[in-house]
């Protein structure tokens, strides 16, 4: 039997996280906290645990009390993240941990309970309680990205295609040079993935949001800074866990493209990846069939299943391609204006 509990521990939840192979550092109990902080929405951890006398979780699940003006009232695990879904021993737990979650969204009133799943699902839909009730929709527009990596930078720099060698020995060519560190590197950061933000059309998030992750050391933080000249131009933002190099984040100056300083960005990300000894590296989602993921896919990524399983009361629906994160009269603001304004409107945007 599965006894199912509400909010256990920061140590208990954590140790889960690192121990199921599944979990991402998007299921760190500081990555759900910094969230939840920032943008002042409620969080529910809801974990899996056997009966039989074991004090240790089975499965784990961190959920969001979405409530975007206008919208459904949704439970999402979790915003502004690509997959915080069910991590569990198995299947027989994930679903279980499904109908709790759907009988959690029941008590807080919300009308959808969307599950960002990567990989296989670790529930079984069938075997929800009141099938009469939900229905059950999968999405998978986006798809993950990540690539295994060697043991040492010689031999990555050896797999990499002659022109994306050839492209970072440019950027190097043009003046531009990487540095590594925390929190100190933050303002660099923002003002890169700010501006580029704005190009793209898309809202910016709250520069503390970055602050606040850069503070959890449980996350291995770190920034990735490209400068050409004394000018930052390229910038990401990296978590490690269970041997995997995670990038949320990354953005490059559309203006200083000529000189390759995203080629830079990336080759340092992953010659950081394997300097840790990590065995894989995540360039986060992608749309299928965009430039982003060709970017990515010649790095050697591949494509992983990645799934938002929407599940809806009857007779609502709700669809993730409602939401946006481009919109073209965003390009026209000026700067300052971007950083401003932008934080409020993508608070309320859970892609």
């Known amino acids: 039997m599965t006894e199912i509990l509400l909010n256990p521990g920061h140590d208990a939840w954590d140790d889960?996280?690192?121990?199921?192979?599944?979990?991402?550092?998007?299921?760190?109990?500081?990555w759900g906290e910094s969230l939840a902080a920032v943008y002042r929405i409620p969080i529910f951890r809801v974990a899996a645990k056997r009966r039989s006398g074991d004090t240790s979780l089975a499965g784990i699940i961190p959920l969001m009390l979405f409530a975007a003006p206008s919208r459904d009232l949704r439970?999402?695990?979790?915003?502004?993240?690509?997959?915080?879904?069910?991590?569990?021993?198995?299947?027989?737990?994930?679903?279980?941990?499904?109908?709790?979650?759907?009988?959690?969204?029941?008590?807080?009133?919300?009308?959808?309970?969307?599950?960002?799943?990567?990989?296989?699902?670790?529930?079984?839909?069938?075997?929800?309680?009141?099938?009469?009730?939900?229905?059950?929709?999968?999405?998978?527009?986006?798809?993950?990205?990540?690539?295994?990596?060697?043991?040492?930078?010689?031999?990555?720099?050896?797999?990499?295609?002659?022109?994306?060698?050839n492209q970072v020995r440019k950027a190097r060519a043009c003046g531009c040079t990487v540095a590594i560190g925390g929190p100190e590197w933050v303002d660099d950061f923002y003002a890169v993935f700010s501006e580029n933000m704005r190009d793209l059309g898309s809202p910016v998030h709250e520069p503390e949001l970055f602050r606040t992750v850069l503070d959890m050391h449980t996350l291995g933080p770190r920034v990735v800074v490209v400068f050409l000249a004394t000018k930052p131009v390229a910038a990401a933002i990296v978590f490690t866990h269970n041997a995997t190099l995670?990038?949320?984040?990354?953005?490059?100056?559309?203006?200083?493209?000529?000189?390759?300083?995203?080629?830079?960005?990336?080759?340092?990300?992953?010659?950081?990846?394997?300097?840790?000894?990590?065995?894989?590296?995540?360039?986060?989602?992608?749309?299928?069939?965009?430039?982003?993921?060709?970017?990515?896919?010649?790095?050697?990524?591949?494509?992983?299943?990645?799934?938002?399983?929407?599940?809806s009361r009857q007779p609502h629906r709700w669809d993730p391609h409602s939401e946006s994160l481009v919109d073209e009269n965003w390009k026209t603001l000026d700067l300052s204006t971007s950083r401003q304004n932008g934080p409020a409107r993508r608070r309320w945007i859970s892609l």
């Open 75 to 165: 439970l999402v695990s979790l915003p502004y993240t690509d997959a915080a879904g069910i991590a569990a021993d198995d299947t027989e737990t994930g679903t279980r941990l499904l109908t709790a979650a759907l009988d959690l969204a029941i008590e807080l009133g919300a009308v959808h309970v969307e599950l960002r799943q990567a990989g296989s699902p670790a529930f079984q839909v069938p075997a929800i309680d009141s099938p009469g009730l939900w229905n059950h929709t999968p999405h998978s527009f986006k798809t993950g990205l990540r690539r295994p990596l060697p043991e040492s930078s010689a031999a990555l720099w050896s797999l990499l295609p002659a022109k994306v060698r």
């Open 16 to 30: 889960y996280a690192v121990k199921n192979s599944s979990a991402t550092f998007s299921h760190r109990f500081d």
């Open 246 to 311: 995670y990038n949320p984040w990354a953005s490059s100056l559309r203006r200083c493209r000529p000189s390759c300083p995203n080629m830079l960005l990336y080759w340092a990300m992953l010659e950081l990846a394997v300097e840790y000894g990590c065995r894989w590296f995540d360039f986060g989602r992608s749309s299928p069939d965009a430039a982003a993921c060709r970017f990515k896919c010649q790095w050697g990524a591949a494509m992983q299943p990645l799934t938002w399983h929407v599940f």
